[in-house]
């Protein structure tokens, strides 16, 4: 409705997964960078997790559109069904032949052993995605381990992809899934935007539009990100409704009284609450930051200065004499941030051998080896757990 007005050529705010308008910040980047990694392996379980509306789909919807043209792919949207209907609806999906009204779970297990065998043969590789993944049944996450046990002396022959909700993890790390979190050989989880990408997260996708003015001011900014919490899904929901709200009161940008008319629209009371509970979440963390920081410059002002026992006296600036015991608080907290800064050097954030760009597309180094599906084998990045499956 507002397209037209606005002079944009289509709708930039729409809750659609749409690759186009996948704005690559460094997390969203590392995330397709590990599904990448982890497809190149060539078996096992894939892990994308993350809150809702965070951009787990439309991450997944980029991959599908860089998948290998040697793979085949299934994609399950709804896994709430029982063990045989799921491996029904993986037939189904990979075009697998199997007696129609079959129930048993060994005769849909055949069908698709013999179906993976002769596609390793053909040298294609077969790979299964599941979306809302933190809806599966114990039993049917069990069924799928099985499934990954279907392999070659050499090779697994199916890889699957898991998409799922923070409660996902909560069911991997029992202990009755160990032996199928063991087989994870790649996982990342997704977080909010941060306040600085959220501008850039707007007129990344008001410019794939067709639209290269600013909608909305630097304030309006900031009250968006106090509203949505950084989440990309109701940013969008709410940019789209002070559109609709810009165009009906004849504005050529989105104010702060627009924009929280839409969010009681969108979000209802309910929205109200949650910008409050973000609003003190950020005084509480400004405070704490204060804190913090006086407590830093205290103890940049105090004076080691070591006694005849060999423990530390500590002064401070105005040569007071401290006690002993404080002298070795001080010097044992001085030991842990000399420890953290020395785990960070020695763990940078990294992706070795695969670089994603801000619009999504993979590139190989040329540096890197081959692995089984044509992608590079990589180093796994310290920000995520990367293991082998020692099955």
């Known amino acids: 409705m507002y397209n037209e007005y606005f002079g944009l050529t289509d709708t930039p705010f729409s809750i659609a997964p749409d690759p186009r308008y996948l704005y690559m910040s460094d997390q969203h980047r590392e995330a397709l960078a590990h599904l990448v990694f982890g497809m190149s392996t060539g078996g096992g379980f894939i892990l994308l ?16 559109e860089q998948v290998p043209e040697n793979a085949n792919v299934a994609l399950i949207l709804n896994p709430k069904v029982k063990a045989y209907e799921l491996l029904a609806t ?17 005769a849909l297990v055949d069908c698709i052993n013999r179906y993976l065998l002769d ?25 799928l381990r099985l499934l990954t046990n ?8 199916l890889q699957i992809v898991m998409l799922g909700q923070p409660e ?15 087989r994870i050989t790649a996982r990342y989880h997704l977080k909010a935007l941060p306040r600085k990408e959220v501008d850039a997260y707007v007129n990344h996708r008001l410019s794939v539009a067709g639209l290269h003015r600013i909608l ?18 109701r940013i969008n929901l709410l940019c789209d409704r002070a559109l609709l709200g810009a165009y009906v009161n004849g504005r050529h940008q989105v104010d702060s009284k627009i924009l929280k008319k839409a969010a009681r629209e969108v979000l209802g009371e309910g929205g109200a609450s949650f910008a409050s509970r973000v609003r003190q979440v950020s005084v509480w ?23 005849s026992s060999g423990i530390g006296e500590l002064l401070d600036v105005t040569g007071q004499q401290q006690s002993p015991s404080q002298a070795l608080v001080r010097n044992h907290n001085a030991n842990i941030i ?4 020395k785990h960070l050097s020695e763990n940078p954030v990294a992706m070795p051998g695969i670089q994603v760009s801000k619009k999504g597309k993979i590139r190989r180094l040329p540096d890197t080896k081959q692995g089984v599906s044509g992608l590079p084998e990589l180093v796994p990045s310290s920000s995520s757990t990367v293991s082998t499956d020692s099955r």
């Open 150 to 157: 279907l392999e070659t002396n050499e090779h697994k022959l």
């Open 338 to 341: 000399a420890s953290e800064k």
């Open 90 to 106: 993986i037939c189904d999906e990979l075009g697998i032949e199997y007696p129609k009204g079959e129930t048993s779970i060994k």
């Open 216 to 233: 909305f001011p630097e304030s309006t900014l900031n009250l968006l990100y106090r509203l949505s919490g950084g989440i990309p899904r």
């Open 49 to 64: 997790t993350g809150e809702v509306g965070t951009g787990k789909t439309t991450v997944c919807r980029c991959l599908l």
């Open 285 to 307: 963390w400004l405070v704490g930051s204060v804190m913090l920081i006086s407590v830093v410059a205290f103890g940049l002002g105090m004076i080691v200065h070591q006694d």
């Open 119 to 143: 596609e390793y043969a053909r040298g294609r590789k077969t790979v299964v995605i599941l979306e809302e993944a933190q809806n599966l049944d114990a039993d049917v996450l069990e069924q």
């Open 168 to 182: 996902l993890l909560d069911m991997l790390a029992s202990p009755k899934m160990s032996q199928l979190s063991q």
